[in-house]
């Protein structure tokens, strides 16, 4: 409840000359009062009442919280999202607090001693496995830092949700990094995803980033991370893999839950979408296509795939059984989002991969 009018009157009285101490009048939801649930005290459990009211649409142009009275004097920041549903998705609180209560460090959570001498050809590939890894994370942690400024405090679930993805990512590109370096092989080659990459980064719409970034990219890697721990050489790699792949799968429920909302509320932004995944299939296929032999990391997956340079033949058949996987996640992603249509406008290079379509 509001102070009252008496403490309010002697706190006025008491106060030294030339202070305003009108703010003590505010009655914005005071009075409320909290309590922790069986996961503590999290997003569900303050968004309640008035702070818990997410605005459609919002005028608010400066980083006011959620919730506080505005100040008629605050100059604009420049938000520019003020519209809810181009930003929102409905997991995003959940997502939030989830990944603040799995955080993992790369220095004492992996069992870094468990790594021992393995033949030079499975070294380098697995250290050419994560030279891939530790540069595609680095995108990952930028692309999304870029909306961050852009998106409304109105909607500060989202805003939380992408800095523990940076956070995420930056751990993930640390990881890889280390093991690249732990066992003798070193850092590599860098890889032809340049841009795929690239595109990712110049991304003009927060949806444009999302789809393609958490919906394709990210759920192709959080593939590559189920197969790392297949792959593993030792306890540590089998760690790295499965605590990745843990956090990935966040970003990509994020993004799928994202582009449900878009297609829920926005139905006219359908081909729009389409638009936006047109242009990452692309360089992907040429990735894969171009030159027609198999990139290094290709090959570094089957040599790993394969238990080593002489399997090869094996690890390419386990390639192709894994780039099935993932399309065919990429396409069970995108029907759950409500874009089961893209099955017939897919790129004609991963279309062969496709199961038949569920009854």
């Not at 993992?104 to 992996?110: E, F, G, N, V």
């Not at 059984?321 to 004609?348: C, F, S, T, W």
Request: aromatic letters at 8%.
């Amino acid at each position: 409840m509001a102070i009252s009018p008496d403490i309010l009157e002697k706190l006025r009285e008491e106060a030294p000359g030339g202070l305003d101490l009108g703010w003590l009048d505010a009655d914005n939801g005071t009075g409320v009062r909290l309590q922790p649930g069986r996961r503590g005290l999290t997003l569900d459990e303050i968004e309640i009442g008035a702070y818990g009211e997410v605005p459609a649409t919002t005028t608010n142009a400066s980083y006011k919280p959620r919730g506080a009275l505005a100040r008629p004097d605050v100059p604009r920041t420049g938000l520019s999202y003020v519209e809810r549903d181009d930003v929102w998705a409905d997991n995003v609180r959940l997502l939030y607090e989830e990944a603040i209560q799995r955080q993992w460090s790369s220095a004492t959570d992996i069992p870094w001693e468990t790594i021992e001498p393995l033949p030079d050809d499975v070294e380098r590939a697995m250290c050419q496995m994560c030279t891939f890894l530790t540069e595609v994370e680095f995108i990952a942690g930028d692309a999304p830092g870029q909306w961050l400024p852009k998106i409304n405090s109105e909607y500060h679930e989202v805003k939380l949700f992408l800095l523990t993805q940076i956070n995420d990512e930056a751990r993930h590109l640390d990881v890889f990094r280390k093991r690249a370096l732990a066992n003798g092989g070193g850092l590599l080659e860098e890889s032809v995803n340049g841009p795929a990459l690239r595109i990712i980064l110049e991304a003009q719409d927060f949806t444009e980033m999302s789809s393609i970034m958490h919906v394709f990219a990210e759920g192709f890697v959080q593939s590559l991370f189920r197969t790392g721990e297949f792959v593993a050489q030792n306890d540590a790699e089998k760690r790295i893999y499965r605590l990745c792949a843990q956090d990935e799968s966040r970003h990509v429920a994020f993004g799928v839950m994202h582009l449900k909302h878009i297609l829920e509320t926005q139905p006219w932004r359908r081909e729009e979408i389409h638009h936006y995944l047109d242009k990452i299939e692309v360089p992907m296929v040429f990735d894969f296509n171009d030159p027609p032999a198999p990139t290094s990391f290709d090959e570094a997956l089957m040599i790993l795939a394969g238990g080593g340079r002489k399997g090869v033949d094996e690890g390419f058949k386990k390639l192709l059984a894994i780039r099935k996987r993932q399309v065919n996640e990429y396409m069970h992603r995108l029907e759950v989002a409500g874009l089961g249509d893209r099955r017939e406008r897919m790129h004609p290079f991963f279309r062969p991969f496709l199961d038949p379509p569920r009854n």
